[in-house]
């Protein structure tokens, strides 16, 4: 579904993504792993329109999008969970969800997919009239994939979505993301947690400095020695 190629991003002097190169299958969960800086939420802002790229190839279904605005990408089907969630504090939780729809004209299908968001997230239902900014952070986070959804999404991308959040509610996101998947949404993940994001990954990357350094299965990551000593605790 997904095909990056040769992508070269620079800030200012500094090389950010150095001619990266990555797929997600069609129907897959795929992570990409990294230390703090080493380029994984840059990818995604490429992938999303926020940032520009200095050359490559991102091709959704095979069509190149590299170079279009936001607003077309998630016209495309890509849709994005910010880091830091980026919810809008003075809406309320119903109108943060209409604003994932804002480029849908079919009303009946908005209301199958927040019907959706309410099953997946019945906290975020319960508080459908509350500002954003009075929800906890979990919640926050809940309704920030919720607004995702919205789109209708054939890819939904989340940058370290357990960023922030308390053990017990790290667990409640991952699961979140298998039921989604579960739907048939192809997700592209970027995650600090390498642990979680591992056992929960087909297929995984590890990004250092700018630099695809390794790839396989998500299975084969976790017993990956050099994985395991610079992520998960040796």
Request: cysteine-free; hydrophobic content about 40%.
């Given at each position: 579904?997904?095909?990056?190629?040769?992508?070269?991003?620079?800030?200012?002097g500094?090389?950010?993504?150095?001619?990266?190169?990555?797929?997600?299958?069609?129907?897959?969960?795929?992570?990409?792993?990294?230390?703090?800086?080493?380029?994984?939420s840059?990818?995604?802002?490429?992938?999303?329109?926020?940032?520009?790229?200095?050359?490559?190839?991102?091709?959704?279904?095979?069509?190149?999008i590299?170079?279009?605005?936001?607003?077309?990408?998630?016209?495309?089907?890509?849709?994005?969970?910010?880091?830091?969630?980026?919810?809008?504090?003075?809406?309320?939780?119903?109108?943060?969800?209409?604003?994932?729809?804002?480029?849908?004209?079919?009303?009946?299908?908005?209301?199958?997919?927040e019907?959706?968001?309410?099953?997946?997230?019945?906290?975020?239902?319960?508080?459908?009239?509350?500002?954003?900014?009075?929800?906890?952070?979990?919640?926050?986070?809940?309704?920030?994939?919720?607004?995702?959804?919205?789109?209708?999404?054939?890819?939904?991308?989340?940058?370290?979505?357990?960023?922030?959040?308390?053990?017990?509610?790290?667990?409640?996101v991952?699961?979140?993301?298998?039921?989604?998947?579960?739907?048939?949404?192809?997700?592209?993940?970027?995650?600090?947690?390498?642990?979680?994001?591992?056992?929960?990954?087909?297929?995984?990357?590890?990004?250092?400095?700018?630099?695809?350094?390794?790839?396989?299965?998500?299975?084969?990551?976790?017993?990956?020695?050099?994985?395991?000593?610079?992520?998960?605790g040796?």
């Amino acid at each position: 579904m997904l095909k990056i190629k040769n992508l070269n991003v620079f800030y200012g002097g500094i090389h950010a993504l150095q001619g990266i190169s990555l797929d997600v299958p069609k129907g897959k969960i795929v992570t990409l792993i990294g230390a703090n800086g080493a380029g994984k939420s840059t990818t995604l802002r490429t992938l999303s329109g926020l940032v520009k790229a200095r050359d490559g190839q991102i091709k959704l279904d095979g069509e190149e999008i590299l170079g279009l605005p936001s607003n077309e990408i998630v016209a495309r089907g890509v849709a994005m969970v910010p880091e830091g969630r980026k919810i809008f504090p003075n809406l309320t939780v119903r109108e943060n969800l209409a604003i994932g729809a804002f480029q849908r004209n079919n009303k009946a299908e908005i209301s199958k997919d927040e019907e959706l968001v309410f099953t997946l997230f019945p906290r975020i239902k319960e508080r459908v009239s509350q500002k954003g900014g009075t929800l906890s952070g979990g919640e926050q986070q809940m309704l920030a994939v919720g607004r995702a959804l919205m789109s209708h999404p054939k890819l939904l991308t989340l940058d370290e979505p357990s960023l922030g959040l308390a053990p017990l509610l790290v667990k409640g996101v991952f699961d979140i993301i298998k039921h989604i998947h579960e739907e048939g949404r192809t997700v592209f993940l970027v995650e600090q947690n390498a642990f979680a994001a591992l056992k929960l990954a087909d297929y995984a990357y590890v990004m250092e400095v700018g630099k695809i350094t390794l790839q396989g299965t998500g299975q084969e990551l976790l017993q990956n020695d050099q994985v395991r000593k610079a992520y998960l605790g040796g």
